[in-house]
């Protein structure tokens, strides 16, 4: 099963160096070890673009937005087992921010993927 990671704070800055260290080496693992897809973080929301439906009309809007209470921050894309697995794996993740960012508040949403019209395309099984 693939799960989507997001990864939400009130926008407390950047990791520190000891932070992104520790993110790199847990990712190191997770792809080695075949569960880890995709991760990255996210460039900061004022640099961000929406497109959006108004009134049965596209809109698109330059950041910078309005302030938000939270500002997802980056994902992770895993391929595991089962919810019980993910909910282990994301607080692994969650540990680092404690050990390495302990002043850091935030939320790491995990979510199931429903299916992935890409690898219909591709002729791969949807998960």
Same mark, same amino acid.
């Given at each position: 099963?693939?799960? !989507?990671?997001?990864?939400?704070?009130?926008?407390?800055? #950047?990791? #520190?160096?000891?932070?992104?260290?520790? !993110?790199?080496?847990?990712?190191?693992?997770?792809?080695?070890?075949?569960?880890?897809?995709?991760?990255?973080?996210?460039?900061?929301?004022?640099?961000?673009?929406?497109?959006?439906?108004?009134?049965?009309?596209?809109?698109? #809007?330059?950041?910078?937005?309005?302030?938000?209470?939270?500002?997802?921050?980056?994902?992770?894309?895993?391929?595991? +087992?089962?919810?019980?697995?993910?909910?282990?794996?994301?607080?692994?993740?969650?540990?680092?921010?404690?050990?390495?960012? +302990?002043?850091?508040?935030?939320?790491?949403?995990?979510?199931?993927?429903?299916?992935?019209?890409?690898?219909?395309?591709?002729?791969?099984?949807?998960?």
């Amino acid at each position: 099963m693939r799960f !989507m990671f997001i990864i939400k704070s009130g926008g407390a800055g #950047t990791p #520190t160096p000891a932070l992104m260290e520790a !993110m790199h080496a847990m990712a190191l693992r997770e792809v080695s070890a075949g569960r880890m897809i995709a991760d990255a973080g996210l460039m900061p929301r004022d640099a961000a673009v929406e497109v959006a439906i108004r009134k049965r009309k596209l809109v698109v #809007t330059d950041g910078p937005f309005a302030e938000t209470k939270e500002v997802i921050g980056g994902f992770a894309l895993f391929e595991l +087992p089962d919810m019980a697995a993910a909910v282990a794996s994301a607080r692994d993740f969650m540990d680092l921010h404690v050990a390495h960012m +302990p002043d850091w508040e935030g939320v790491c949403e995990v979510r199931q993927v429903a299916g992935s019209q890409v690898e219909l395309i591709r002729g791969g099984a949807a998960r």
